[in-house]
């Protein structure tokens, strides 16, 4: 059975078909953002309730992780993915129509958890049927498609909001998921590497805790943490920061600065194809340094530096992530879907956490406090990476 790999017949459409899934996965998911203050108005429930819409859709998805990696190894990574872009897709439909905001956030909260059938297991799709020297710059194109999804999701819904309504928009990418859900099963080739299992919960929970024992994946867990922490925490604070005195940019113009989110899918594609050439290590720790030297120029006072070290800290971190993501499937050998599925609950919980503290640092502490987190978790993130490397390098010498 021989892999996937570059100027071979079928690497083509499954690397189109992996970035189409990725896009619509996660212009699925964010969605609703854009919108949360026409939420507000319609439904008459407070900006914090408003934000359920969003939480509880990537709370869903980081819960049902945990699961979903046994569900594929018992019917197949294809088949369980092409279900959740499907089932999503159908779920934004329903969205659209929601009577009422309680409907919404329980519809939400399934779309996360029929969302959390793609990401892991396409991590995991790409380190069993790709070959291993491809592996890096798939991953790379699959983080492409993430970027491109949430960054066009975001813009789609908020043009087609003003022009029509909410529910419009969201239906519209409903019936763009659909397409695309299609396209992907009859792209994406079939498996030649996985054999069907029947795992019982009991060797579920048994292989999760094999992806936990690993040293080199346990960092690789923090790692994401880390990354996503700091991604979020900027992109949370920085419009607050963009809309005072003395810039008073309009939430229209803000909303564009999700643009910058194109840097990120030339970044990701790019640095995995470096990674291929350099090496994991070095990659991951040149595209920190990129997102660390971003953050810190967003310090200076002028409106054009804030955006010149906006695009550096995004194209750094995308290219990190893509590193990152595609480094879990070559360390968890036996336990990939596992151990994709931690990475994921761990980025998303970075998301969370973190994203909650720099709120704090905001109030006290203003920009430079944002920086000051951001800045610490991205040279935590470096130490972390010294220290896979440490690890790697000890299970050569044995």
């Not at 790999?5 to 189109?16: E, V």
């Not at 078909?17 to 026409?38: D, H, K, R």
């Not at 659909?178 to 030649?192: D, E, G, N, Q, Y």
């Not at 360390?331 to 879907?337: D, P, W």
Request: contains cysteine.
């Amino acid at each position: 059975m021989s892999y996937i790999k570059r100027g071979q017949p079928g690497y083509g459409s499954a690397t189109l078909s992996l970035f189409a899934g990725a896009f619509i996965t996660f212009a699925v998911l964010y969605t609703t953002q854009p919108v949360m203050p026409l939420l507000s108005r319609d439904y008459q429930v407070s900006p914090a309730a408003a934000s359920l819409s969003l939480s509880a859709a990537t709370g869903a998805l980081a819960l049902t992780m945990m699961v979903v990696s046994g569900v594929s190894d018992r019917f197949g990574r294809k088949r369980v993915m092409a279900l959740s872009l499907l089932l999503s897709s159908l779920l934004c439909l329903a969205v659209a129509a929601a009577p009422s905001f309680a409907l919404l956030v329980v519809l939400r909260v399934l779309q996360g958890v029929v969302l959390a059938g793609f990401p892991s297991i396409a991590m995991t799709y790409v380190s069993e049927e790709f070959h291993p020297a491809s592996v890096a710059p798939v991953m790379g194109l699959y983080v492409s498609g993430t970027s491109v999804g949430g960054m066009v999701g975001r813009l789609v819904t908020g043009v087609l909001t003003d022009m029509y309504s909410w529910r419009l928009a969201i239906a519209a990418i409903g019936v763009i998921g659909l397409v695309l859900a299609v396209l992907f099963w009859l792209w994406l080739p079939k498996p030649a590497h996985f054999t069907p299992q029947s795992v019982r919960t009991a060797e579920m929970w048994r292989r999760f805790v094999r992806a936990l024992r690993n040293p080199a994946l346990r960092c690789m867990y923090l790692l994401g943490f880390l990354l996503m922490g700091g991604f979020v925490t900027m992109y949370n604070y920085i419009s607050y920061l963009l809309m005072e005195p003395p810039y008073g940019l309009s939430q229209t113009v803000v909303g564009f600065l999700f643009m910058v989110y194109l840097t990120g899918t030339v970044s990701s594609a790019w640095m995995g194809r470096l990674a291929e050439q350099w090496g994991r290590g070095r990659a991951l720790r040149m595209s920190v340094a990129i997102a660390l030297a971003g953050c810190l120029i967003t310090l200076f006072p002028t409106l054009w530096m804030k955006l010149v070290g906006l695009c550096a800290f995004t194209f750094g971190f995308f290219a990190a992530h893509a590193v990152a993501s595609g480094w879990v499937g070559q360390l968890a050998h036996q336990v990939r879907a596992q151990a994709s599925s931690l990475y994921l609950l761990f980025y998303y919980a970075g998301s969370s956490i973190v994203g909650a503290c720099g709120g704090l640092c905001w109030s006290r502490l203003g920009w430079p406090g944002v920086v000051g987190l951001i800045a610490v978790l991205l040279i935590m993130a470096w130490l972390v990476e010294m220290r896979i490397h440490y690890y790697l390098l000890i299970q050569r010498t044995n």
